[in-house]
């Protein structure tokens, strides 16, 4: 009524006044994408693969680390990796690594990426293996996860309590002199959580500052993640089918050549522009 009264306030009378036949919302399109019936089964096969090889491979990583340490823990780890690739191969997924060749050699690396779920740590792992990657990663991955919490515990990486930035200063600093002095990997995900469709978050700057500040010879290599979040789309279950992980690795930037700013900028920079959504 109050509609009919607003209108008539223009002059017409009600019988000039016409109205849609149908509800407002029956002339937008809503387009709601729903999972492939082969994906329920498919994904049922999967989990059950991932699961057992994260639970075969936890006792692998043990005897490795302790009976013959970092050599044979980081090639158990590399394998583990192998697998978990294979698993997600059973979904149709693809990964593609592009310039791999311009990563230096024999140098400290800082690889910075955006992050769109866990296939990303998967795939960085084991394409670029060579490169003996360790990560930032929040603590509660450190614990209950098979093989996962221990090779984050065990294999180099750090684990961060997001909600105590003070905590992880040392830890990274620590990490940082490590990867200087082994000529090993960093990997650091800026943004501090996945995107959940794709769409880059701001770049935090701490973590990655403090890389560079105690790892002068290192090397920032900015990544671009794509379709990552695919695999996930439709929550953790069922899985995403059929999605084309691209990893699109960008000129390398030796942290003595810029200031930390213009560093940043470049790197954020060269990852965001190369998402496809």
Not at 69 to 91: I, M, P, W
Not at 125 to 148: D, M, N, Q, T
Not at 231 to 258: C, N, S, W, Y
Not at 260 to 270: G, H, R, V
Request: glycine share 6%; hydrophobic share 40%.
């Amino acid at each position: 009524m109050l509609f009919l009264l607003l209108c008539c306030s223009d002059g017409r009378s009600f019988e000039q006044i016409r109205l849609p036949s149908r509800p407002w919302f029956l002339f937008t399109k809503i387009t709601i994408i729903q999972p492939n019936v082969l994906s329920y089964p498919i994904s049922v096969v999967y989990y059950l693969c991932f699961g057992l090889t994260l639970v075969i491979f936890h006792p692998i990583q043990w005897i490795c680390f302790n009976l013959f340490g970092y050599q044979a823990h980081k090639k158990s780890v590399d394998y583990l990796n192998f697998f978990l690739v294979k698993c997600t191969n059973l979904l149709g997924t693809t990964y593609t690594f592009e310039n791999r060749e311009h990563i230096p050699q024999n140098a400290p690396i800082i690889f910075v990426a955006n992050h769109q779920s866990l296939f990303d740590i998967i795939g960085i792992i084991w394409y670029l293996r060579r490169f003996h990657a360790k990560f930032v990663s929040k603590k509660e991955l450190g614990k209950g996860i098979p093989s996962v919490s221990y090779n984050l515990r065990h294999g180099g990486s750090v684990l961060i309590d997001r909600k105590d930035p003070k905590q992880a200063i040392p830890l990274i600093k620590a990490l940082s002199e490590y990867i200087e002095k082994h000529q090993r990997s960093a990997v650091i995900f800026p943004e501090g959580t996945r995107s959940k469709n794709g769409t880059p978050k701001e770049f935090a700057q701490s973590g990655l500052k403090i890389l560079c500040k105690y790892a002068p010879s290192a090397y920032v290599v900015p990544i671009t993640i794509n379709n990552s979040w695919k695999m996930v789309k439709f929550g953790a279950f069922p899985m995403g089918l059929g999605t084309r992980l691209q990893f699109i690795i960008h000129e390398p930037l030796a942290v003595k050549d810029f200031s930390f700013e213009e560093l940043m900028e470049k790197t954020e920079n060269a990852v965001k522009q190369s998402i496809k959504n």
